[in-house]
């Protein structure tokens, strides 16, 4: 199964290590979705690059231009890495309406924003034995996101993993989707006529 992932790289870094693309920030979570650092890292990974770019880019969503500074986090360039996980490694799949009766589980609950219900879900699938979850991404429902725990990182892999430019046309195409318009965008775009008789103030 091919998995993308959005993060803050360190090129120096071996891949398990921190800036790596196949690291558990386990250190660092406990507000995101699926965190439950006191039993398990995790990682929040996509089907698809665009998607895992628009994830990255969401929070900018009103700000109207793709920028440069848009794509570093920490001081470090946010690059995108394709991974592979191993069929060893079967993810929960709570968009199979089969899987939500079993678990006990309603879409609104997998979708939701409170993490006291997401969160703890999450820490219910993992003690059962899950290796992960694969569930909708809230941006898009047709776009699919899995969690993966960390007690399945000897499943992963790493393909290839790149730095992120606002010209990628994964960039790009996220962008839209975002209502971001790329520099050559802004730069085409016709400024606004004043009306006659008005003056610059």
């Known amino acids: 199964m091919i998995l993308w992932r959005v993060l803050p790289w360190d090129p120096s870094a071996r891949p398990a290590d921190p800036g790596g693309a196949l690291w558990?920030?386990?250190?660092?979570?406990?507000?995101?979705?699926?965190?439950?650092?006191?039993r398990y890292g995790c990682l929040y990974l996509?089907?698809?690059?665009?998607?895992?770019?628009?994830?990255?880019?969401?929070?900018?969503?009103g700000t109207r231009e793709m920028r440069p500074e848009l794509l570093t986090r920490m001081g470090r360039p946010l690059a995108l890495a394709e991974l592979e996980l191993g069929d060893d490694a079967a993810l929960v799949d709570l968009d199979d309406p089969r899987t939500l009766v079993r678990e006990g589980l309603r879409p609104s609950v997998v979708a939701t924003s409170r993490r006291v219900v997401t969160q703890e879900y999450a820490t219910r699938l993992f003690a059962a034995g899950a290796a992960g979850l694969r569930w909708w991404s809230t941006l898009e429902a047709a776009?699919?996101?899995?969690?993966?725990?960390d007690r399945a990182r000897g499943s992963l892999s790493l393909r290839h993993v790149r730095p992120l430019d606002v010209q990628?046309?994964?960039v790009r195409?996220?962008?839209?989707?975002?209502?971001?318009?790329?520099?050559?965008?802004?730069?085409?775009a016709p400024r606004p006529r004043r009306a006659?008789?008005?003056?610059?103030?």
Request: proline share 10%.
């Open 24 to 38: 558990f920030p386990r250190p660092f979570q406990g507000t995101g979705r699926h965190d439950d650092p006191a």
């Open 46 to 61: 996509t089907e698809g690059a665009t998607s895992a770019v628009a994830e990255s880019l969401a929070p900018f969503r």
């Open 143 to 149: 776009w699919m996101n899995a969690t993966l725990f």
């Open 168 to 170: 990628d046309e994964v």
């Open 173 to 188: 195409d996220a962008g839209h989707f975002l209502g971001l318009a790329s520099p050559d965008e802004v730069r085409r």
């Open 196 to 201: 006659p008789g008005s003056t610059a103030r």
